[in-house]
């Protein structure tokens, strides 16, 4: 893969860097890759849905009526689901959503998010993101120069700090992450993903 521009935080061209071919130039492989986020989307699933049975109702502990001679329709509990205030029939029951994947696929799906950042032209990397100001204003300022306005962007750095932890909280479409935190539904989910130097490194560390 050829040299990549790193950009300091006024937007400016400092260096280049040259990026592991092994994660970032890879083909994606886009079966391994809907399968990381279908996971990553049902383990945030509460699984909690649930209605109550027949049995689990309130009340009907008697038969309505006699079984023969009142003309109407033979009945042995108000509980059941054809009743208004009966059970339900087939109704939801908790669950758990997650779904399982071994080491290699994780890796590979995390691969593929990557490389398509690197591919799509959606990767910006700057050499550090220390701010010297925790205003919103300035962290907005600051993007703009980086050439990203509305944009939903992902950033991530090796090691957080209180300015941008307070610079980034009240912007909506900014997601912050730590290298261990990031995940293939966020990058993908991301229109700009802006990364620091030592950021960089770290993945490769990881994912080499």
């Not at 038969?63 to 033979?74: C, E, N, S």
């Not at 300015?163 to 261990?180: A, E, F, P, S, W």
């Amino acid at each position: 893969m050829g040299k990549t521009s790193v950009l300091n935080t006024s937007g400016e061209k400092i260096k280049d860097i040259t990026l592991n071919e092994q994660i970032w130039a890879i083909e994606p492989n886009d079966a391994v890759l809907y399968d990381a986020i279908k996971l990553t989307r049902n383990s945030q699933r509460q699984g909690t849905h649930a209605t109550k049975t027949r049995s689990e109702v309130i009340g009907g502990g008697r038969k309505p009526w006699r079984q023969k001679g009142t003309g109407r329709a033979r009945h042995g509990s108000t509980r059941s689901p054809i009743w208004v205030g009966g059970g339900v029939t087939f109704g939801p029951a908790p669950r758990d959503y997650g779904k399982k994947m071994n080491r290699k696929e994780k890796r590979l799906a995390l691969k593929s998010a990557l490389a398509y950042k690197a591919i799509d032209g959606e990767l910006i990397i700057v050499d550090n993101f220390n701010l010297e100001s925790s205003k919103t204003q300035n962290m907005i300022k600051t993007l703009d120069k980086l050439g990203i306005t509305d944009q939903k962007t992902l950033i991530v750095v090796e090691e957080l700090t209180d300015n941008l932890i307070l610079g980034t909280r009240n912007l909506k479409n900014i997601m912050l992450l730590q290298t261990g935190e990031i995940n293939t539904l966020d990058i993908i989910s991301a229109d700009k993903m802006v990364i620091t130097v030592d950021a960089v490194k770290a993945i490769e560390e990881v994912l080499i």
